[in-house]
T-cell receptor, first 116, second 108 residues
Framework: DSGVTQTPKHLITATGQRVTLRCSPRSGDLSVYWYQQSLDQGLQFLIQYYNGEERAKGNILERFSAQQFPDLHSELNLSSLELGDSALYFC???????????????FGPGTRLLVL | GQQLNQSPQSMFIQEGEDVSMNCTSSSIFNTWLWYKQDPGEGPVLLIALYKAGELTSNGRLTAQFGITRKDSFLNISASIPSDVGIYFCAGQLDKLSFGAGTTVTVRA
C-alpha cells in the first residue's frame, strides 16, 4: 500500500459526459501528479500540483482540468468525454522538495474509466 | 519530452532464472526509478537511484544508475511466479518520463 488513495476505482460513463476523479496523497506529501495510461500510449504525465499551485503541465487536453485543495487532496475533471478517453488514470504523490528523494513519486491504485 | 528506450519489450523466463532489463536515453537524468505494475493496479516503486554509478539492492532486485546518467538496468535473481508483471523504468529531470515497460512472464 503506497498510502495514496484514489476514488472511484471504476467509472463507466457515456460520451459527452463529465466526471471527477479524486486523489488523496500520502501523509506529508505536498505534490500530486496525474497520469493517464492507455494500451497504446503507456504512462503519460498530465499535470502536477504542489501545495495548491499548478507546477508542471504535460500532455493534458483542454477538456481536462485539475486542482489541489487546501487539505492537499486533488481532483481531475474530465469533460466532454470521448471514447478515446477510456484509460487508467493514476495519481502519484511526492514530498515535493526539489530534486532527489523529495520528488520520488508513489502511485495510487488508479481509476479505470470506460467511456461508452 | 525525454525518450526512454526500455528492453526487452517482453520475456518468458524459467522459475529460478536470473533476468535483466535495461533502459537507455539520449538525455541525462538526475534520478532513475524502477516500478512494477500488476494488472489493474498502480505502479509500485521497487528501487530508486539518485546518484550516477549507484548500485542498489532490494531483496532479489538489483539496479544501477549508469555512470553517464543516460541508462539504468534492473536485475531480478532467482525469479519466482510472483515476479510476473510489467516493469517500468522512469527517469527524472524536470519531470518523470517512463519507458514502455518490460512484460515478464514466468514459466513454473
Amino acid at each position: 500500500d503506497s498510502g495514496v488513495t484514489q476514488t472511484p476505482k471504476h467509472l463507466i460513463t457515456a460520451t459527452g459526459q463529465r466526471v471527477t476523479l479524486r486523489c488523496s496523497p500520502r501523509s506529508g506529501d505536498l505534490s500530486v501528479y496525474w497520469y493517464q495510461q492507455s494500451l497504446d500510449q503507456g504512462l503519460q504525465f498530465l499535470i502536477q500540483y504542489y501545495n495548491g499551485e499548478e507546477r508542471a503541465k504535460g500532455n493534458i487536453l483542454e477538456r481536462f482540468s485539475a486542482q489541489q485543495f487546501p487539505d492537499l487532496h486533488s481532483e481531475l475533471n474530465l469533460s466532454s468525454l470521448e471514447l478515446g478517453d477510456s484509460a487508467l488514470y493514476f495519481c502519484a504523490s511526492s514530498v515535493g522538495s526539489s530534486g532527489g528523494r523529495g520528488e520520488t513519486q508513489y502511485f495510487g491504485p488508479g481509476t479505470r474509466l470506460l467511456v461508452l | 519530452g525525454q525518450q526512454l528506450n526500455q528492453s526487452p519489450q517482453s520475456m518468458f523466463i524459467q522459475e529460478g532464472e536470473d533476468v535483466s532489463m535495461n533502459c537507455t536515453s539520449s538525455s541525462i537524468f538526475n534520478t532513475w526509478l524502477w516500478y512494477k505494475q500488476d494488472p489493474g493496479e498502480g505502479p509500485v516503486l521497487l528501487i530508486a537511484l539518485y546518484k550516477a554509478g549507484e548500485l542498489t539492492s532490494n531483496g532479489r532486485l538489483t539496479a544501477q544508475f549508469g555512470i553517464t546518467r543516460k541508462d539504468s538496468f534492473l536485475n531480478i535473481s532467482a525469479s519466482i511466479p510472483s515476479d510476473v508483471g510489467i516493469y517500468f523504468c522512469a527517469g527524472q529531470l524536470d519531470k518523470l518520463s517512463f519507458g514502455a515497460g518490460t512484460t515478464v512472464t514466468v514459466r513454473a
